[in-house]
């Protein structure tokens, strides 16, 4: 059984940086593609991004900010989050699946999820 479990949120200024990571256990790592979904209350969780075995895809929204990035020793999938705005702040939900030919940006495609992690970011 897949567990995911993020880390890293914070408070940050707007313009600043924040690294965010989820750690993985479970089996094959490597066979999974790792996204990146985020949610405001209210509104239905969104895709920011993805990572497969190779390129990472990012919602447009995020496109030139962020990175993802994955360590396929340590088991873990990062996001690097740079020039952040207060629309940025979000539940930030690490997801996993195995099935890696699913629609990469839709909530449904995953099969496993982490318990998200806050980020705030200030004007």
């Known amino acids: 059984q897949v567990q995911l479990l993020e880390s890293g949120g914070e408070l940050v200024q707007a313009g600043g940086s924040l690294r965010i990571l989820c750690a993985f256990s479970?089996?094959?790592?490597?066979?999974?593609?790792m996204g990146w979904f985020r949610q405001v209350p209210g509104k239905e969780r969104e895709f920011v991004c993805t990572i497969s075995a190779g390129s990472g895809y990012y919602a447009d929204s995020v496109k030139g900010r962020f990175t993802i990035s994955r360590d396929n020793v340590k088991d873990t999938v990062y996001l690097q989050m740079n020039s952040l705005k207060p629309e940025d702040t979000a539940v930030y939900y690490c997801?996993?699946?195995?099935?890696?030919?699913?629609?990469?940006?839709?909530?449904?495609?995953?099969?496993?999820w982490g318990q998200g992690t806050q980020v705030t970011v200030s004007s």
């Open positions: 479970g089996r094959s790592f490597s066979s999974h593609r």
């Open positions: 997801a996993a699946t195995a099935t890696v030919w699913r629609p990469y940006d839709r909530a449904q495609s995953y099969d496993f």
